[in-house]
């Protein structure tokens, strides 16, 4: 009777840890979607400069072609 309690204690303390893990992960993935979200106004201005800088790019190729 021992051996089984003994034997169903880090299982029960695995579980406790696991549920911290995702706790935590989850927490992580709401702080990230929270600063995308606070910043997706600059994160959209980079992004339109990027593509404005690609479309020159390919311009002067096909100039060149």
């Known amino acids: 009777m ?4 003994i034997k ?3 299982i029960f303390k695995n579980v ?4 911290i893990l995702i706790k935590l992960m ?6 990230a979607t929270y600063r ?3 910043n997706q106004s600059v994160k959209s201005n980079q992004a339109v400069k ?3 800088s690609f479309k020159s790019v390919l ?3 096909y100039q060149d072609g």
Do not use: D, H
């Open 2 to 5: 021992r051996s089984k309690t």
């Open 8 to 10: 169903q204690k880090p």
């Open 16 to 19: 406790k840890n696991i549920k």
């Open 26 to 31: 989850v927490g992580i993935k709401l702080k």
């Open 36 to 38: 995308f979200n606070q």
């Open 50 to 52: 990027l593509e404005r």
């Open 59 to 61: 311009a002067c190729f």
